[in-house]
């Protein structure tokens, strides 16, 4: 096959190099680094050569007959067409199989679903096309998004190692811990993947699934949203970094300290320059997906913010939209989402970028107010 | 009483098929019908082939190159329900319309007048559902199995036409399974008791009560989106208490028999083709009907296997578990069967029994993956992955569709009056199976390897094996043109064919001329 492929290439002009000096063959599912995997791993093994061992059985009369009992050789056909016995035995034997089979699955599954006395809480919420990550002990959390480039995926540049699996903020965890994961979702179906751990979970809006994994090797993993969830399915990486337990400790007391001064911003007193600045990262993060970066939408599910209305007109009708959402459209209710801050920021940008030149600020105080005149 | 026996009498002077468009139109001669059904599948079938050499295209290597991905997506979703709604399924109508009649000796379907009405409204479904496609927004982009809320609160403006279509399918499936029964069940031959039925017979009767039980499910989870998306309801959406869970619930309860329905008919077909060109009775008669009837009824207690991942509890979890991979005892049963009769047969391999092998074969490496993704704990690893498109293409594509050739290169002298060019036949045959495996084995790999499905780009480790893919595919589907050209080759002339033109076939059918004239067994055949 690596013949084939390769003879493709070239008749292809080339076309592949880039890919295929880093691509692989990989046959097989990998044991991963978890405990849960290696058992789904075990499992997989067995269950595939209880079927090699069938299918050899099966497939190796049929190919004798195929071989052996032709019209061409001069066979005269056998009449028999029943035999009690026989079929009495292709029943139960199957089915002793399968209750071998069952029991160690059943174990598996016992284990996998006993998330009691975790040592780690974290929320992962899925949002289109994006995850967030809540350290719900440690009172701070942020989103994960893709930092794979536009030009990567266009083919204007080359494409790096981790090509579609790399994000800004990895989720991070201790190795060693019980990690328990409380998977749910803002918009549609998502599902959290990471192969390596042999964890994935569904996460559904309305509902809080529970799973959990404990890592055994400090690395960095990496998986993909798994559900169908919209235009920017396959571009929602899950990137896992497993650390030693101190590593952890320095690394949350950081998060820590970083989430009591974003809090503290929303006291401050803000310019518009100073706005338009933060409110362009926030942009890009939290609205670029779907409004794209320009500001032109993809209508008609997407509208175009440049020369728009609503960011061009009443100030509290935009307010409320970014704040509250639409409801029955894709425009999510950032009010939860965001800070203070970074709503503040998103809506002077808005109001400010791609030649809306309203002059119009509003401060995180103001979008305080708001969200508690409500 | 007379009037009407007088009338009918004189009509028998000129009664054959009418000209024109009228005979297709206003016919309610199942073989016409069947024919209709038929070609209708084949169209639907080169069109959702079409959107998969789109995908594969865009497949070919990493990056975005040739399509956006929500083109993407709506070529994923439309390729399924294209596949699922108008080429399988419609092939196998189009098989019963022409073949339950000439099985069980009877003249027509019982029903004909609605045979025509359930043809007809096929069209229309499909002529709503492709024009989604030109509409803004474009069409349904949310896979075949749209869930929600994607189909519902984020679903585009042409969902409601989505919809649409799938009510009028529903009708049409409804009542073409109503006739089956209904002709099965009171116009069989003197003489033939329901355990002299031939296998394709038994398969439909089942596959007819499954469709009966299961499109009114779907029917009612699609009204419930219309609901949601039009009337302000929220069966499905959180943020008004509904439960996007209640909606994969419903969807699946139709969706496990429903690849049932996808599948029986063809297990029928190959019941009769095998012994024909073993030249050796079908082994195992009995046991082959009741392996049908317990994979339909376990059919309806699987459902959740689709779901291991969303949450449901672990009783649940093991319930589907143990039920699923109970399936494989009646499905082992009847691959035993298939290969215990051909052992000591005296085997030639023409067209139909090329296919019916691969069939086996290639069905059973499907059961066999089907088997590996009822482990519930090794499901969260595969699930949604390229293993499970790997695991439905090959149950689907050498399954259902390798079953349709095998029947249709068995009947076409039957339908025809004319032998089809076996070389060609073959030639079709060995580049549909190297093109089908090239495409679909290597998604196996992907999928372990952990790509996930309806994706339109992926990670640099998966390029290798989804340019195989791509290659496989293309093949596959160049490939499927030679049949159209068999076929009409066959159609157009070709060496004459006799009544029964293969060694060991058996059956009714065989009994009537080639071609079946235009009305068969106007007296009924007696069955001993």
Not at chain 1, 30 to 44: A, K, M, R
Not at chain 1, 188 to 214: L, Q
Not at chain 1, 306 to 321: F, N, P, R, T, Y
């Amino acid at each position: 096959m690596r013949v084939h492929a390769k003879r493709a290439g070239v008749l292809l002009g080339g076309l592949m190099a880039p890919a295929l000096s880093t691509a692989d063959w990989t046959l097989n599912m990998s044991p991963g680094v978890t405990g849960t995997s290696n058992d789904i791993f075990s499992l997989h093994m067995t269950i595939l050569w209880i079927c090699v061992v069938i299918g050899a059985g099966v497939f190796g009369v049929m190919f004798w007959s195929i071989f052996a009992h032709r019209k061409s050789s001069g066979r005269k056909p056998a009449n028999f067409h029943e035999n009690t016995l026989v079929e009495i035995l292709w029943t139960i034997i199957p089915l002793v199989i399968l209750v071998v089979m069952a029991i160690p699955a059943t174990a598996t599954l016992v284990d996998m679903y006993d998330t009691s006395e975790a040592d780690v809480d974290i929320k992962v919420t899925g949002y289109q096309w994006r995850w967030k990550y809540d350290y719900i002990d440690d009172d701070f959390g942020y989103f994960s998004n893709i930092s794979t480039s536009d030009d990567e995926i266009y083919n204007r540049t080359d494409k790096s190692e981790n090509y579609l699996l790399d994000v800004d903020n990895p989720m991070v965890v201790p190795v060693g811990a019980k990690v328990r994961l409380l998977v749910t979702a803002n918009d549609v179906i998502h599902s959290w993947w990471v192969p390596a751990f042999g964890v994935k979970k569904d996460a559904i809006p309305g509902f809080v699934n529970e799973t959990w994994t404990r890592v055994d090797e400090p690395g960095i993993y990496r998986g993909q949203c798994t559900e169908l969830c919209g235009v920017k399915h396959g571009f929602m990486p899950v990137v896992v970094k497993a650390v030693p337990q101190d590593e952890y400790d320095d690394w949350v007391a950081e998060q820590k300290e970083a989430a009591q001064r974003e809090r503290e911003l929303t006291e401050k007193d803000w310019t518009l320059e100073e706005l338009m600045v933060r409110g362009e990262k926030a942009y890009a993060s939290a609205c670029a997906a779907c409004h794209q970066a320009d500001g032109s939408g993809a209508p008609p599910a997407f509208p175009a913010l440049k020369g728009s209305q609503i960011a061009l007109e009443d100030m509290d009708a935009h307010l409320d939209v970014v704040v509250n959402g639409v409801s029955g459209t894709a425009m999510q209710a950032f009010g939860g989402q965001l800070s203070e801050v970074d709503l503040a920021a998103v809506i002077t940008y808005e109001r400010n970028a791609w030649g809306n030149d309203t002059g119009e600020m509003v401060t995180p105080k103001e979008v305080f107010e708001y969200k508690n005149q409500e | 009483m007379s009037a009407v026996a007088d009338t009918h009498a004189q009509d028998d002077h000129h009664h054959g098929p009418a000209k024109g468009i009228t005979r297709w139109l206003l016919t309610t001669n199942h073989k016409d019908i069947g024919s209709m059904y038929l070609i209708f599948s084949f169209t639907m079938f080169l069109l959702g082939g079409a959107m998969a050499m789109v995908i594969r295209a865009e497949l070919f290597q990493p990056g975005l190159q040739i399509v956006e991905p929500e083109f993407f997506n709506q070529m994923t979703t439309m390729h399924g329900l294209i596949m699922v709604f108008g080429a399988v399924m419609p092939a196998f109508v189009g098989l019963a319309n022409w073949m339950i009649p000439l099985m069980v000796g009877a003249p027509d379907m019982a029903l004909p007048r609605m045979n025509n009405w359930s043809f007809w409204l096929l069209p229309c479904a499909f002529l709503i559902l492709v024009s989604t496609l030109f509409m803004q927004g474009g069409a349904p982009n949310f896979g075949w199995t749209f869930y929600a809320p994607l189909s519902t609160t984020y679903g585009p403006p042409s969902t409601t036409f989505f919809i649409f279509a799938v009510h009028i399918m529903g009708v049409s499936s409804i009542m073409g399974a109503i006739n089956v029964i209904a002709t099965i069940l009171n116009m069989r031959a003197p003489g033939m008791t329901l355990m002299k039925m031939p296998l394709f017979v038994w398969t439909w009767l089942i596959t007819a009560f499954l469709l009966i039980a299961v499109m009114p499910v779907l029917a009612g989870v699609v009204t419930m989106m219309l609901m949601d998306i039009n009337f302000g309801t929220s069966f499905f959406d959180a943020s008004g208490g509904g439960d996007p869970v209640l909606f994969q619930h419903v969807f699946w309860f139709f969706g496990h028999p429903e690849v049932y329905i996808m599948i029986l008919p063809a297990f029928g077909a190959v019941s009769h083709i095998i012994p024909a060109f073993s030249r050796k009775p079908l082994f195992g008669y009995a046991s082959m009907v009741y392996a049908v009837g317990a994979i339909a009824l376990l059919s309806f207690v699987v459902w959740a296997h689709h779901m291991f991942t969303v949450g449901i509890p672990i009783a649940g979890q093991l319930f589907f578990m143990y039920a699923t991979m109970l399936i494989a005892v009646p499905t082992g049963v009847k691959v035993f069967n298939w290969v215990a009769t051909m052992f000591r047969g005296s085997l030639t391999f023409e067209a139909p029994m090329l296919f019916a092998v691969a069939f086996v074969i290639l069905f059973t490496i499907g059961g066999f993956s089907g088997l590996m993704l009822a482990i519930a704990p090794a499901d969260f690893q595969y699930h949604d992955t390229y293993f499970v498109v790997a695991h439905f293409h090959y149950v689907l594509v050498p399954g259902a569709i390798f079953g349709i050739f095998a029947s249709a290169y068995f009947w076409l002298p039957k339908w025809t009056g004319h032998m089809y060019d076996e070389t060609l036949a073959k030639t079709h045959f060995w580049l549909s199976f190297v093109g089908m495996n090239l495409a679909f084995f290597p998604m196996h790999f992907l999928g372990l390897a952990g790509m996930p499905r309806r994706i339109p780009d992926y990670a640099l480790q998966f390029a290798d094996f989804n340019m195989v893919s791509s290659i496989g595919a293309f093949m596959f589907g160049a490939t499927q043109i030679l049949f159209l050209v068999i076929v009409v080759k066959c159609v157009r002339g070709g060496e004459k064919a006799p009544a029964n033109p293969w060694d060991g076939a058996e059956g009714l059918e065989w009994t009537v001329p080639s071609p079946a004239p235009y009305h068969t067994f106007s007296t009924p055949p007696e069955v001993k």
